[in-house]
């Protein structure tokens, strides 16, 4: 990718308004390509999208190995004839040499829009960037132009550094008000091995995975970690400035060719939005001359859905009643803590663990894509229901 492109895609993170006319410029002066157009019905998934560039035949095996891009989508939903919510798998495939093929996985889901261009991704490594772009044109006149609802994307920046141990020792005496600075001396003292952006929905998990498939022998194919695999799966607060974070990642030196990955991170917890964190690696070799280090920077873009705050207990009437309430997106990973096993508890199971009942005709359903539980109870239901969450500090 050319120096000029990913400056728009810096731009596109500030959201700047320039950002369509920066891109149809780039593609008038033939520096942007397009690689595939495809057709996309609503609520059908889609097949034999691709975009072929050859393949590997090897006569060994007496197979052929296609190379180019491969994607699969689901157009979902529509928001008022302007916007679709696309599920998609992305497979590209590019050739390395008769004997080796590389290939980056891509699954995830977003909400794209009739208004231009959206980025996908964009990965890089040492040596390279390359960016994924999509542009929706629909053939529905739209009825209005309003932000769709539940467009809560997070956009996760992911660095992965190496660096010498006696830096990466300075820079964990660093206090949290020195922190920012001290990252920014961390990237200069360390040499960039990959990176991408993982872009999601809160409450969706997106997958990244890069591989090195060769011919190791002549019973077949191996395949090796090339750059990291990353499973990210975010859920944003209501307020915006935190994000709900899980995260499993992966590294293998590609000049070693191993089964099993050298480095894994891992992280399940609360960071700020918008901030830079460094997580080291929850495994790593024994024996290393330098360390490995992930930079996560989660961007969180809100939609236009705005929930309301519960009523009063005492305001509710005497029966059965549905409340929305807007709660901390720990909330499933904090009231699991109780269970008994490890097996996944529905959200009414959980509560039941902590104490509340659900007669005859009564539910509370945890919506992931919201950040909002659904209870229909009596007013004793919903005040448990909210003793639950303060006593376990679960309030936004």
Not at 65 to 74: Q, R, S
């Amino acid at each position: 990718m050319s120096d000029a492109l990913f400056k728009v895609v810096d731009e596109k993170k500030i959201a700047s308004d320039a950002f369509d006319d920066r891109v149809s410029q780039l593609v008038k002066q033939r520096k942007l390509t397009e690689l595939a157009r495809f057709k996309c019905k609503l609520g059908f998934k889609t097949k034999n999208m691709e975009k072929p560039a050859g393949g590997i035949r090897i006569r060994e095996i007496n197979e052929t190995i296609p190379m180019g891009i491969f994607l699969e989508a689901e157009a979902t939903a529509m928001e008022n004839g302007h916007a679709v919510h696309l599920r998609y798998s992305l497979d590209f495939r590019e050739e390395l040499n008769k004997r080796r093929y590389y290939s980056k996985n891509i699954m995830s889901a977003t909400t794209i829009t009739d208004r231009g261009w959206s980025v996908l991704h964009h990965w890089k490594n040492s040596s390279e960037s390359t960016i994924l772009l999509v542009r929706m044109q629909s053939s529905i006149k739209p009825t209005a132009l309003e932000t769709p609802e539940h467009d809560r994307a997070v956009h996760t920046d992911v660095e992965l550094r190496e660096v010498s141990p006696f830096d990466l020792a300075k820079f964990s005496k660093s206090t949290p008000a020195t922190r920012a600075k001290a990252l920014t001396w961390l990237r200069g003292r360390s040499r960039l091995l990959s990176g991408t952006t993982v872009t999601t929905h809160s409450g969706e998990k997106s997958v990244h995975q890069d591989q090195l498939q060769c011919l190791h022998n002549k019973n077949g194919w191996d395949t090796a970690y090339l750059g990291f695999l990353i499973e990210c799966e975010p859920l944003i607060w209501p307020n915006k400035d935190k994000v709900d974070f899980k995260i499993n990642a992966e590294w293998q030196d590609p000049k070693v060719f191993k089964e099993a990955p050298d480095y894994k991170f891992t992280l399940a917890e609360t960071i700020p939005a918008n901030q830079s964190l460094l997580l080291e690696p929850s495994t790593s070799p024994k024996k290393s001359k330098s360390a490995l280090f992930l930079i996560l920077t989660p961007r969180v873009q809100e939609g236009s859905t705005k929930i309301p705050s519960p009523p009063d207990v005492s305001t509710l009437p005497s029966g059965k009643s549905s409340v929305t309430y807007a709660i901390s997106p720990s909330f499933m990973r904090i009231l699991g803590k109780k269970s008994p096993t490890k097996s996944y508890l529905s959200c009414q199971e959980l509560l039941t663990l902590h104490g509340m009942s659900f007669p005859e005709e009564t539910f509370a359903n945890y919506i992931a894509a919201d950040g909002t539980v659904i209870l229909h109870h009596n007013q004793d239901g919903h005040r448990t229901f909210r003793k639950i969450l303060k006593d376990n500090k679960l309030l936004p």
